[in-house]
């Protein structure tokens, strides 16, 4: 006779504590993708106070450079107006967005959101602001990390619905 789970008592203990191992490695993966997908949120917030800092004169090197290069460079030395805070609060709210869905891990929101803050990096770099680069790389980093969880995460589920 054959011993399945129902009729050992003991070996339906061990499988209920692994289920419940598992489902708390897949509440670790999902927090560990949220708090990465924090890290949007707090450059839309770094980002804001950066508007207020370069609306004093001063420099904050965790501000975001595409909305200050679109509003300082293109739009100002070309029809010459005051500083648009419309652009820098909608490159905040852009990152809001993603930080939203990636803590959904959503996988999507964190490649887009990468990819435009790679392209911020890039301007940093341009301009040689060296210490807001390495700042961009270490978030970057953050939310590579992040990414790669969802695969994790992924991967126990499969498991647990196995």
Known sequence: MQNTPESDPVETNEIAENLD??????????????????????????SI?????QAKGAYFIAGLAIPSFIDGFLIRD?????????????????FIFFG?????????????????????????ALVAQWLALAFHLFILYKLFQGFRTISE???IRKKLKA
């Open 21 to 46: 191992v598992v489902e708390m490695n897949l509440e670790e993966r999902a927090t560990h993708v949220q708090k990465a997908a924090y890290w949007f949120y707090a450059i839309a917030a770094l």
């Open 153 to 155: 995460y992924e991967a």
């Open 49 to 53: 106070i950066n508007v207020f800092l």
């Open 100 to 124: 939203y869905f990636a803590a959904k891990l959503q996988r999507w929101a964190f490649i887009v959101g990468a990819i435009v803050y790679v392209i911020d990096a890039a301007i940093y």
């Open 78 to 94: 070309i029809i010459e107006v005051e500083p648009n805070y419309f652009i820098q609060f909608a490159g905040a709210a852009i």
